[in-house]
């Protein structure tokens, strides 16, 4: 068959059934990405003879004579279409994996379709940035510009990959046609696996005969190919903050889908197909799948036979992984003489992390015999130390790779496919390939832990907080990974933001037979903060206070001390930090008694209020809600960077941090930049790779600017030094009766080179004595507080339960502003995110364990029409801990929109909405029997 891609004819065979998607990618043309299997996503849009289609459910077989466009056809980083250059300048993107399906869908838009927009492009998602800077890219608005050497600081510089993206040359993860493998003329191998039907079995017997016989298979993996080395999939810096329970391939299953044995074969289809042909027996266990059943004596233990001591499970002999009890002073008697108090419980959905790029690894033995693995990860050290220790490698025979990263939002914090994949390849000695689908990443990809959040309020006459009581229960799922590090977190800084003489905290995390739960944007702060605001709401209302006022009165201000549940607990929490709390809440203040914005972002009417326009169905109400967290993890996190100058005068930094749309990169180059009188575009990144940077715990907790950052900008100014001193050498060899007295003031890093006094040494001269290479180390500590403040008003129809947002706004402290468009970019993703997980989105179970959302058409995330615009405001503080002022806000902007909108529903409705998402039917059923409410 005869095709035309991208103006270059191919022939081509089909495979029965292929899709154009595979067909492309099989050929090399990786500017098409894989985000679903159903056309759901648009992240493999392509051009069909001009129409705009999605390749994954387009049959290959129909495309004879045709002629195929992808991104890379449209345009080049140095010529590109005027959509991409559009894309790039707005920037209409983060991680940017659905960029290339969105620029190709965009480019075939007239200026009528462009009115239409949300119908047009209902069929591209985007899970980072919210879509206003996709709109603003539509629209042509420019937000970007360029930056004046020595001061890249401040200004919305372009990232350094923007062209490589809209263009769609830039290589993520499995976007690699060749493997520099130890036999490179060996093709590709495939994985594939066979989950379990049961969720909570043992396997009895496994009988591999048929699989191995059919043609195509090269090995088949069970629980007699374990390494027998349990370990957590969560990752972090000390490996003993998770519990060591999970194996590669265990005999007993405790969730459905988990693994029961591998494939390896030529073929995805032929790696399914043996996986058929497996001959399993299983005795079947008693399963428990809620939380408070799995505490109760007699429940099904799920991992009875691990220890406390030697596995870090809290007890194990009641599901119990960690568990935190503790109070600063008698709540309940404190309780009793309040002149208010509220007492509820508040429960939050399970969420999918949802990034459009799922997890994969290809991994390889290269041409020394070390292990490769080229994967979807957040943390390539740690996957690499992990794998080391796992399968008793020597850390330095592995390398990890992590090119860009198609969204990760903590999902990406787990080793999910690499111990796998490094268990096919030791077996097999071939490139193996390891990718989830969708389904996969709905049913057995860790989500967002699903949490029952009891509180307990009292305050005196003056609204002042005298009692604060947060019982909290998580479901972590069948396997601890972050169970520990998401309880501590969610009621962390969520109860240490207030001021309260009488605070007690009870959490667990507990294990069930469901699908694990893990690390998630805000890390448990969400859904205990979507608990506290509430209550404060609702304490407000028994007060007559203001519930912004009634904040204003209890927040912690500097010189407070930072106390959950011990006034003695050692903190590494500063006030030295910055302070923008205050800032924060008048900014939303304000914006919240200004008009409401125009709303054209939902179909249907255009809503203003009550009044003439505004029909009787509708109610409208207002809300507030704040969140604090911190810039970085605790227990230590750490960076260790370098900066080199290169002959012209470019720089060269080594990063371990990985890119996933959190923009770090781009603000790394700013940061060195300013160090070094330049311009960012001089400075090349060399990034998230175990061989070619040094030690980095890894892209989460917020960490990558604050932490990476400042090493980064120590290693830049320690090349400043240097420079400096050879310059300094320099002159002083030609002229050396005026070196001292004169030059020392008079010396300054410049584009061109070093300038002392009025002679400019150059590049080429600094580097005549060797390379020049300056190092920087960072270990996060002491940490800081990030704060945002999120105000909305809402309606919400009275005849259906439909709940819409017509003003979102959020006030963030974020120190200095580095980048602005890059952070109100965090900023609207953030919140767009936590509009879906407050309105709609809920990975949904059944009463075994079953996922029944399991594809994009039934797990909504929020399309362009979706979701509201949110006003992004900042505060003007400048934080001493971190790199040139600036804090951290990746993860912050989620935590407060769940209850600022529940508070908004609660205005407007009278009835308090206790449990996330507020879907239709549920804020229905609030309106029609609001003694049914729940909460008590
Ligand atoms: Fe759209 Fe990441 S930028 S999915």
Redesign the pocket.
Known sequence: MRIEVDGTPMEVAPQPGQVLRTLLRQHGVTSVKKGCDAGDCGACSVLVDGVPVHSCITPAHRMDGRTVTTAAGLGTPEHPHPVQRAFAEAPG???????AG?VVTASTLTDDDLADRHRKLKGN?????GYRAIEDALDGVVNTACATPGAAVGTSVVAPAAMRVVTGQEEYTLDVPDTPAVRATEALLHLAVLGSPHPHARITAIDTTAAEALPGVHAVLTYRDDPGVLFSTGRHESRLDDPDDTRVLDRVLRFRGQRVAAVVADSVRTAELACALLRVDYQVLPSVHDPDAARRPGAPLLHGDKTSAEHRIAEPTCNVVASLHGETADVGAALAVAAATVDGTWSTGRVSHA??ETHATRGWVDPDGRLVLRTATQVPFLIRDEIARVFALDPARVRVVAKRV??GFGGKQEMLTEDLVTLAVLRTGRTVQYEFSRRDEFTIAPTRHPMRVRVRLGADTNGRLTAMHVDQTMDTGAYGNHGIGVMFHSVSESVAVYRCPAKRVDAESVYTNNLPSGAFRGYGLGQVVFAIESAMDELARELGIDPLELRRRNVVVPGDPLVVTDPHEETDLRWEGSYGLDQCLHLVEQALAGPLPEVPRTDGPVLTGPGPDGSPDWAFGTGVALAAIATMPPRGHHAHTSVELLPGGRYRIGVGTAEF?NGTTTVHTQLVATALGTTPDRVEVHQSDTDAARYDTGAFGSAGVVVAGRALYAAAQALRDEMTARALAVVAARTPRTASGVLGPAVAVEPGGVRVGDELVGHAELLVDGPLVAHGTHDGTPRSLAFTVHGARVAVHRPTGEVRVLQSVQAVDAGTVLNPEQLRGQVEGGAAQAVGSALYEEVVLDDTGRVTTDAFRSYRVPKMSDVPRTEVLFADTHDPLGPLGAKSMSEAPYNPVAPAIANAVRDAIGVRPYRLPMTWDRVWALLADPADAGGA
């Open positions: 993107f983060q991680c940017g994996f659905c960029t969105f998602l985007c899970r980072c940035t990034a459009l198609g969204g749309g």
